[in-house]
């Protein structure tokens, strides 16, 4: 029995498959198309690198070698990056009740179920899927608290927020290559 289960968000609470062209779109009519770009690419470079990071190293790397200086992508990030990412999943999406039930069974086999996200705004988005943020344990977004999956810190920062010990505890995840990365540190990897 699992003592804590971590449930990614984006891909695995509810289904993504069309998203990024919807977000596309989106920045093409915002006139930021070349800004999340740089945001999509930066953030695969600092998780590839499974260092300690946070939200200002994502800024400060999207900042280098651009016209956007840091204080002007984390204003972009926080007033229209997660916003319209809100707004996308309220209008589109609604939560994997199959997932949802995953969650619940192991929650009523006394673990502790939490979402660890590779984003922010981790309750505004649950909401926005229909989904009770109540029901977790902990919301988590690994830039909080301390790098970008699959850095090894991340998923032991996890377990150390709920008590538990890395090798009694599990991921849900789609992307073996993010979310598989807490086997890293003894947890258990589990494919949604």
């Given at each position: 029995?699992?003592?804590?289960?971590?449930?990614?968000?984006?891909?695995?609470?509810?289904?993504?498959?069309?998203?990024?062209?919807?977000?596309?779109?989106?920045?093409?009519?915002?006139?930021?198309?070349?800004?999340?770009?740089?945001?999509?690419?930066?953030?695969?470079k600092?998780?590839?690198?499974?260092?300690?990071?946070?939200?200002?190293?994502?800024?400060?790397?999207?900042?280098?070698?651009?016209?956007?200086?840091?204080?002007?992508?984390?204003?972009?990030?926080?007033?229209?990056?997660?916003?319209?990412?809100?707004?996308?999943?309220?209008?589109?999406?609604?939560?994997?009740?199959?997932?949802?039930?995953?969650a619940?069974?192991?929650?009523?086999k006394?673990?502790?179920?939490?979402?660890?996200?590779?984003?922010?705004?981790?309750?505004?988005?649950?909401?926005?899927?229909?989904?009770?943020?109540?029901?977790?344990?902990?919301?988590?977004?690994?830039?909080?608290?301390?790098?970008?999956?699959?850095?090894?810190?991340?998923?032991?920062?996890?377990?150390?927020?709920?008590?538990?010990?890395?090798?009694?505890?599990?991921?849900?995840?789609?992307?073996p290559?993010?979310?598989?990365?807490?086997?890293?540190?003894?947890?258990?990897?589990i494919?949604?």
């Amino acid at each position: 029995m699992y003592e804590a289960v971590f449930f990614d968000l984006d891909g695995t609470l509810y289904d993504k498959k069309g998203m990024p062209a919807k977000f596309i779109w989106a920045a093409l009519k915002s006139g930021c198309l070349l800004l999340l770009g740089k945001e999509r690419r930066t953030r695969r470079k600092i998780a590839a690198s499974k260092k300690p990071a946070s939200y200002e190293t994502l800024f400060a790397e999207i900042s280098k070698g651009s016209c956007y200086s840091v204080d002007k992508v984390r204003k972009w990030y926080y007033n229209w990056y997660m916003p319209t990412m809100i707004h996308l999943l309220e209008k589109y999406r609604t939560i994997d009740s199959s997932v949802l039930a995953m969650a619940e069974d192991f929650k009523s086999k006394g673990a502790k179920i939490a979402v660890l996200s590779d984003y922010g705004c981790v309750r505004e988005k649950l909401v926005a899927l229909g989904a009770k943020p109540e029901m977790f344990d902990a919301l988590l977004d690994s830039p909080s608290i301390g790098g970008y999956k699959p850095c090894p810190g991340v998923f032991l920062a996890a377990c150390a927020a709920l008590g538990a010990d890395p090798s009694r505890c599990a991921v849900v995840g789609d992307r073996p290559e993010t979310d598989g990365g807490c086997v890293e540190v003894g947890m258990t990897y589990i494919k949604k």
